[in-house]
């Protein structure tokens, strides 16, 4: 147990459903991020939110919509998603974005579009 | 250009017996960190180690050490006494603090194999 808790674990969905992950961390932190990793690329970066404001998006399309109600908790909010979207979404949470040290990543949200 | 490199996509070795896995970077951010990351076949991505681009100190933690050229801008893991259960994807990954915020570039990652 990492700290950081992301459900489901494995999601299948369809390109016309709408889905949402959730990512949970209780450290304290107040800075969350969301990582995509596709097969054979290295993790990109997607959303941070710091202190609930989001203060990073990576030019991530739309049908990716993320929400950060408190420090606590984040979501992605996926609708008509393509094929290719098909990959592990990876949460992250640190102290907050100036601070390095205690930068934790979750166990991951395996996407599989259909 | 590639801001990270790990120029060993797999590496094999015996257990117990020590494994350096290569990380290059670059950047021309005065202050930056960089991270060893373990990635198992569950997905979970396990912090390993951290160093700040101004600590004198190369970085252990147990078995993990980073050996840091600062001057060479590489950032090598060592682990020593090599477990089965050290067979993971390990990733070097860095943080450039003025230019690219609180973001993380990540390398493409070595598949790490210990035999028995």
């Known amino acids: 147990e990492t700290g950081v808790t992301q459900t489901p674990r494995h999601l299948v969905m369809g390109m016309t459903n709408k889905k949402s992950l959730k990512c949970e961390q209780h450290l304290g932190h107040n800075a969350m991020y969301w990582y995509k990793q596709s097969a054979k690329k290295p993790l990109e970066l997607m959303f941070v939110?710091?202190?609930?404001?989001?203060?990073e998006n990576n030019s991530v399309p739309s049908r990716f919509s993320p929400e950060c109600p408190n420090s606590s908790h984040l979501f992605l909010h996926l609708h008509t998603l393509q094929p290719e979207d098909s990959a592990l979404y990876l949460c992250?949470?640190?102290?907050?974005?100036?601070?390095?040290?205690?930068?934790?990543f979750g166990s991951g949200t395996r996407l599989t579009v259909v | 250009a590639q801001k990270i490199t790990q120029t060993q996509p797999g590496m094999f070795v015996q257990e117990k017996e020590a494994v350096t896995l290569d990380c290059t970077y670059d950047?021309?951010?005065?202050?930056?960190?960089l991270f060893w990351y373990k990635q198992p076949s569950s997905g979970e991505m396990i912090f390993l180690i951290y160093q700040g681009s101004y600590d004198q100190q190369n970085a252990t933690e147990g078995r993990y050490s980073l050996n840091f050229q600062k001057a060479r801008k590489s950032a090598n893991l060592v682990i020593s006494a090599s477990q089965l259960g050290d067979s993971a994807m390990y990733f070097c990954a860095m943080r450039e603090r003025e230019t690219s915020g609180s973001r993380l570039t990540f390398g493409e990652g070595t598949q790490l194999t210990v035999n028995p």
């Open positions: 950047t021309s951010d005065p202050s930056y960190g």
């Open positions: 992250a949470s640190s102290q907050d974005i100036t601070h390095d040290y205690g930068y934790t």
């Open positions: 939110y710091n202190f609930k404001e989001q203060t």
